[in-house]
């Protein structure tokens, strides 16, 4: 029933932009932490954003800081993560993360590629 869903992955050259979405069901959005993951090849999965159930607080890894950018809109039960100046070691699959207490959902990832 629980459903987080990732759309806006792609091939993008150095320097662009992309902006991926996270929509959700099944549970309310509003009460969680959302998070962004991504994994690239060979490597364990990273935390890259997080922002709080309300929104107004934010964390970045140092490697996006400046670039990327989270945020989310709880009428819509949907979390978003604006990537701007694209790096090639940006490239993996981003996961949507939802967290409450000890309570934890994944999507399903979708795939950046950030190459010339």
């Known amino acids: 029933q629980v459903q987080l869903v990732e759309s806006g992955g792609g091939l993008v050259q150095p320097g662009g932009s992309l902006r991926l979405s996270c929509a959700s069901s099944g549970f309310t959005f509003s009460n969680y932490a959302m998070s962004w993951y991504r994994q690239a090849p060979g490597k364990e999965r990273e935390l890259v954003a997080v922002?709080?159930?309300?929104?107004?607080?934010?964390n970045y890894a140092d490697s996006v800081k400046g670039r990327f950018t989270i945020s989310r809109d709880n009428a819509k039960n949907t979390v978003y993560l604006q990537m701007n100046s694209l790096k090639p070691e940006d490239t993996g699959v981003y996961y949507c993360n939802a967290k409450r207490w000890t309570i934890l959902y994944w999507g399903q990832g979708t795939q950046v590629t950030v190459s010339s």
């Open positions: 922002i709080i159930s309300a929104g107004g607080y934010t």
